[in-house]
Structure formats: C-alpha cells, structure tokens
C-alpha cells in the first residue's frame, strides 16, 4: 500500500476538526482503529460504532452482489478503517481521500498489508483525480461537512462513470422542516465542549436538497423499502442514500 500526499496546506477546518476530535475522544490507538467497527462493550462510543458496523455489513453485502470490478473512492475516509474493510473485498480497488492529515498518516501506518488501496492528502476540489475514474463513491458520515450539495455533487459526477453510483450513509438527513431545529442543536453542542466555531463548518441537508438527483432510498426508517427490509435486524438511525449517475 502506498500513501500519497498532495501539497495541501492546512486550513482552519483541518486544525479544528482534530481539536474537537480529541475532544469526543475519537482518536484511536493503532491497535483500536485495527479492529474497527468492533470495539469493546465498555467503550464510551460503543453504540455508535454498533451502528456503523451494521451499516458496513449491509454496504459489504450489497457491493458483494454486484460481483464485478470496482473502483471506489470514500470521500472523508477519516483513520481509514472503511477504506481497509472495502478493500478486503474481493474484486475492490479502494482509495480515502481526505484532507486531515494526522489520521491519514495513522491510516497509513496501521492499514499497510493490502497493496489495494490508497490514502490520499488532497481537497476533492482540487484537479487531482480522472474524468470517469470511479465506479462507487461512498460519504460515510461525512457529506455534512460539505456546505453545498450541488457543488460536490457536480463535482463528485465529473469523477463517476457513466452508470455508476454515489452513496451517503451515516449521515444525518433532515426533512426541511426541521432544519432549524438542528442546527441550534448543533450550536449548542459545540458551544457545550467549548468549540462553538465548529458549528460554522457542520452543514444541514435535508432530503428536499437532494430530490433533485432522484435518489434511492436502500435503508431509511421513514421510507422503507426492499433494502430496508432486507437489512431490518439494523438500528441506524441514517439513511442509505444512492444517487446514481
């Protein structure tokens, strides 16, 4: 596995994201992240990585079906431990693209036994990636830090194939009318662990923002389907969205 760095400068985001990271104490040890989704019952995050595993399981199942060869790219791949569970998937070609640097580097150092996949240190914006590189491009928990839909989606387009597929799971999704509400929920929570200016960087979308791109709704408590039914033994509270190109 080789990691590559683009020259890309630390931001404002970049240095507080890891502050507050520390702060929820979702920094890992290399022995920790290794093993991730699962984690010992006593942690103080246990439930939420419950809940990302059960959504790994059923993201795992459905690229399993397609049984074909698979370019993805996990946009905000964090420590990297989707990126690595992805690519241990038979037939996947697997990069994370993110512009934290700190987890990268640990991503980097953990995750070294598949020669599958890449760590890349760059802005999605930035002219660094193909036209039509990519078949699957996952957000997991992480399209909430992008301030606007339609820009990344058209962005995200430009790299996808033709028939080919974005997916946002472990993200809040809001209906319009509870926009408001979130984000004064939002306010206070980061006020509340003395980060309030994180709060200008935490972006609210609602299911309204994405109709325009016809999206399919393969989990949703709200909106069930063949998918949801299929997967039902999962408690996520996100909804798996695909948006196809």
Same mark, same amino acid.
């Not at 989707?82 to 994370?96: D, E, F, K, S």
């Given at each position: 596995?080789? #990691?590559?760095?683009?020259?890309?400068k630390?931001?404002?985001?970049?240095?507080? /994201?890891l502050?507050?990271?520390?702060?929820?104490?979702?920094? /890992? &040890?290399? $022995?920790i +992240?290794? %093993?991730?989704?699962? =984690?010992? #019952? *006593?942690?103080?995050l246990f439930?939420?990585w419950?809940?990302?595993k059960?959504?790994l399981k059923?993201?795992?199942? /459905?690229i399993?079906? $397609?049984? #074909?060869?698979?370019?993805i790219?996990?946009?905000?791949?964090g420590?990297?431990?989707?990126?690595?569970r992805?690519a241990?998937?038979? %037939?996947c070609?697997v990069?994370?693209?993110d512009?934290?640097k700190?987890? +990268?580097?640990?991503?980097?150092?953990?995750?070294? &036994?598949? %020669?599958?996949?890449?760590?890349?240190?760059t @802005?999605?914006?930035?002219?660094y990636?193909? +036209?039509? !590189?990519?078949d699957i491009?996952i957000?997991?928990? *992480?399209?909430? /830090?992008?301030?606007?839909i !339609?820009?990344?989606?058209?962005?995200l387009?430009?790299?996808?194939?033709?028939?080919s597929?974005?997916?946002i799971?472990d993200?809040?999704?809001?209906?319009? *009318? !509870?926009?408001?509400?979130?984000?004064g929920? #939002?306010?206070?929570?980061?006020?509340? =662990?003395?980060?309030?200016e994180m709060?200008k960087?935490?972006?609210h979308?609602?299911f309204? @923002?994405l109709?325009i791109? !016809?999206?399919?709704?393969l989990?949703n408590?709200?909106?069930?389907?063949?998918?949801s039914?299929?997967?039902?033994?999962s408690? &996520?509270?996100?909804?798996?969205?695909?948006i196809?190109?």
């Amino acid at each position: 596995m080789f #990691t590559i760095y683009r020259n890309t400068k630390k931001n404002e985001f970049e240095d507080l /994201y890891l502050k507050v990271r520390e702060k929820e104490n979702r920094f /890992y &040890s290399d $022995k920790i +992240l290794k %093993n991730l989704p699962d =984690i010992k #019952t *006593s942690h103080p995050l246990f439930y939420e990585w419950k809940i990302r595993k059960a959504s790994l399981k059923k993201f795992e199942e /459905y690229i399993k079906s $397609k049984d #074909t060869l698979l370019n993805i790219m996990e946009l905000g791949c964090g420590n990297g431990w989707l990126t690595h569970r992805l690519a241990a998937i038979r %037939n996947c070609y697997v990069i994370g693209v993110d512009i934290n640097k700190f987890e +990268l580097e640990q991503a980097a150092r953990v995750f070294n &036994s598949f %020669n599958n996949h890449k760590f890349f240190y760059t @802005d999605i914006f930035a002219d660094y990636f193909e +036209l039509g !590189d990519f078949d699957i491009i996952i957000l997991a928990s *992480s399209v909430q /830090y992008f301030r606007n839909i !339609d820009y990344l989606m058209e962005r995200l387009f430009y790299f996808l194939k033709r028939n080919s597929e974005i997916h946002i799971i472990d993200s809040p999704i809001y209906n319009s *009318s !509870d926009i408001l509400k979130a984000q004064g929920s #939002t306010e206070k929570y980061y006020e509340k =662990i003395s980060f309030r200016e994180m709060s200008k960087f935490y972006f609210h979308h609602s299911f309204k @923002d994405l109709e325009i791109y !016809d999206p399919i709704f393969l989990y949703n408590r709200q909106k069930q389907s063949f998918y949801s039914i299929l997967f039902k033994n999962s408690d &996520s509270p996100f909804p798996w969205i695909m948006i196809k190109k």
